[in-house]
């Protein structure tokens, strides 16, 4: 568990994070609009860059203002862009990096190495180099670096940005294992994952938290704003133009469209939030 207390950050004369108050545990989605401060504050949690002001409780250690969160040997961050050399293997990869950790001992190192490439599935491929990986094999290498280290906190910056849907797929449903074991840090801006993934959400903006709980409680943001129509083709080019429209789904007999508005007109029928709905209460701060 990450307790963060009264977080501010300031580069120069922006203020970044203003006063940020989270209890992160599970596997946590923290979400917002670009530039709301996510992955400063996983930054911050992950020891790249120092706090202003606040504390940082982790596993019941505090790391206070002006100081950088020494918890290297708990934390795994997984940056947006994981670069690593792109003519050696896998294998020689994660043995180049496991020596850079101190992981001296070649036995240790090796069975260390083998347990973390079987964690993300990646048995059978240890000797591609990595410019022959796909993307999502790339950040496979690069959780399994982390793993390596033992940590008990994985924070994960958008890390299915860029996947093609499968990849996707098979990414999320290993970061869902990994909360297992894990607390699990993710910023993303794709709803399914995060729907998908986590048990617990914090959603920034401009540097401030303007939620924190349950998917659950989120959904109940939108309860009364959200409508359905049943249009036809026709119907529809208007209701894009005259609705806020987030969703479509055609039928057999025209096209049922979801539309978030504060009251429905006729033919429309009240139904119930999902998390993309509380997600835009909460943002717009209509509820
Ligand atoms: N080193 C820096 N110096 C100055 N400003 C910075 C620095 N790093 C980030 N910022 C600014 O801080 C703000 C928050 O950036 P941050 O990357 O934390 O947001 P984010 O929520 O992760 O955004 P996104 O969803 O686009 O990744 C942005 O306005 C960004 O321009």
Redesign the pocket.
Known sequence: MIRVSGVKKR??K?Q?LSDVTLEMEGIYGLV????????????ILSSL?SLDEGIIEINGENYVKGRYVKANHLIGYLP?DFMVYPQISVVETLDHIAIMQGMLNKKERARAIREAIDKVNLAGHENKKMMELSGGMRKRVGIAQLLMRKPSILIF??PTAGLDIEERIRFRNLLKNLGSEHTVII?S?IVEDIEFLCTKIGI?KS?RVLFEGTPAELKAHAEGYVWEYHVSPEELDYIMVEKEVIQLLEEEDGVNVRVFAKEGEEGAKQVAPRLIDGYLAVVRGVN
């Open positions: 580069f120069r922006y970044i917002g609009p670009n530039g709301a401060g996510k992955t400063t504050l996983m930054k860059i947006q910056d958008e910023s801006h920034l540097g």
